[in-house]
């Protein structure tokens, strides 16, 4: 490879550090591994290479690890959050209503499919653009693509319209918005420097700002089944996106949400489907329903349609006992590829996994789970995640998690069920193994149980 392209050269040269030596990511990758702090003709000057192409995966590998290891302080986080948002297409805001929902994830995070449409039957302008799963998370694109027909790869122009004639659309990210962020993601992912505070943090507000969204209400999850192992990096990322929606003059509320185990029962794409509309049929888990309830007032109340968020939890809970939320969720569906009255359907058109397979308790006790994190590869082993982005997900395979954390059980009490296909049936005996010694432990003590919901910031 040439040197030119070793040391990527901006193309006006003119606009140049202090000492007049026109930039390139050499000198960038030289300046943070010393912990100094980067310019934003530097920071600009870096995601325009990454977006235009010109810059080799090595150099921008190589300056994310500087980064990770030397830090960069709250102005850098903003400036590179700007440049990387200013790399795509950015709608301009909608109204006043417009308030968007992101979570950082966790297995079985189906929040989305419910407070959604039930946001939008409230009167919220609701524009999310939603991602795929890696690693032991699932993405909310991939639970949708389960149903037939639906279509999550609209244009912006499509995006624009649904959203002003409908007022929800849900997409999957496109090359149009924030593309620096895709290759950097990408990058990340596969060189170990994606669990830092301020790249997290450039990379979901670069997406979420770009949406055209007055507000943004985040779910941060906690625990061994979520993204943030505790309570304190929880805190630590809802601090900055926090300042970082302050600094671009939007309204963030983060909620700190538990997820030492799945919320819900359902794990798998079609499956955690299924489960979604079992809340917005007014039954479902009580977790699930209980954080949508919440998750969606606020977003009523930020978006300006309730005085209070007392009156705002009364709205919503109005909107889904009335069944609104659920005709804006059949709406919704059709209107982007899937069938008329899918809730009516959905059990016919689903695709589950035909085996189930029971994990039954082999003590009396109570049940506490060791590493939770481990179901989510579970489940990646059975086909319903990714370990690499160009992965095929099977949306029939899944987990049902009947027994929760506190909960007490007899002898032979089913504390999961694995569906599968028959032709998978050598990997499951090495599961039940796995599940027994890593996964669930039966103790005579009853564990202590923690709040859904941590913390409000």
């Not at 507000?205 to 993204?227: H, N, P, R, T």
């Not at 917005?280 to 209980?290: F, I, S, Y």
């Not at 998978?424 to 796995?434: A, H, V």
């Amino acid at each position: 490879m040439h040197e030119a392209k070793k040391n990527i050269i901006r193309k006006n040269p003119a606009k140049s550090i202090k000492n007049e030596t026109p930039l390139t990511l050499l000198s960038l990758i030289e300046k943070k591994k010393r912990g100094k702090e980067l310019s934003a003709e530097e920071i600009s000057f870096f995601i325009d290479s990454v977006t235009e192409g010109s810059a080799p995966d090595y150099q921008i590998a190589a300056l994310l690890m500087a980064i990770f290891l030397k830090n960069i302080n709250k102005k850098e986080t903003y400036l590179l959050t700007k440049a990387m948002l200013e790399s795509g297409h950015v709608f301009d805001v909608f109204n006043q209503h417009t308030i968007d929902k992101h979570s950082t994830g966790g297995i079985g995070d189906k929040s989305s499919l419910v407070l959604a449409p039930l946001a939008a039957a409230c009167g919220v302008t609701v524009p999310m653009i939603a991602g795929r799963g890696l690693g032991h998370t699932g993405g909310t694109v991939d639970k949708l693509e389960s149903i037939p027909g639906f279509n999550t790869a609209l244009t912006i122009d499509q995006f624009s319209d649904q959203l002003k004639k409908f007022g929800l659309v849900l997409m999957g990210q496109t090359e149009s918005i924030a593309p620096a962020d895709r290759k950097l993601y990408a990058l990340r992912d596969v060189t170990g420097t994606v669990d830092h505070i301020g790249l997290i943090t450039a990379s979901i507000m670069s997406k979420k700002l770009a949406e055209g969204a007055a507000g943004i209400v985040m779910d941060i999850k906690f625990g061994s089944a979520a993204f943030m192992p505790d309570k304190k990096s929880a805190l630590k990322l809802a601090k900055s996106i926090s300042a970082m929606g302050a600094a671009f003059g939007k309204k963030v509320t983060c909620f700190i949400t538990d997820m030492n185990g799945p919320t819900g029962v359902a794990m798998g794409n079609a499956s955690e489907v299924l489960e979604s509309l079992q809340v917005l049929q007014g039954r479902g888990p009580a977790d699930l329903r209980e954080l949508c309830l919440e998750l969606t007032a606020e977003m009523v109340f930020m978006g300006k349609l309730a005085k209070n968020k007392r009156d705002a939890r009364f709205k919503v809970e109005a909107a889904l006992a009335s069944g609104l939320a659920l005709k804006k969720f059949d709406e919704f569906i059709a209107l982007q590829g899937g069938p008329n009255e899918f809730s009516q359907q959905a059990k016919n058109l689903l695709k589950i996994a035909p085996v189930k397979t029971l994990v039954v308790a082999r003590k009396k006790g109570y049940v506490q789970w060791k590493d939770a994190y481990k179901l989510g590869e579970i489940l990646t082993t059975l086909g319903g995640g990714r370990r690499k982005k160009t992965d095929l997900i099977d949306h029939a395979v899944g987990i049902q998690v009947n027994a929760r954390i506190g909960d007490k059980v007899q002898v032979g009490d089913t504390l999961m069920i694995i569906e599968h296909h028959e032709h998978q049936k050598n990997l499951i005996e090495n599961i039940l193994k796995e599940i027994e010694k890593d996964i669930v432990v039966i103790t005579p003590k009853k564990p202590t149980s923690s709040k859904l919901i941590w913390k409000i910031i």
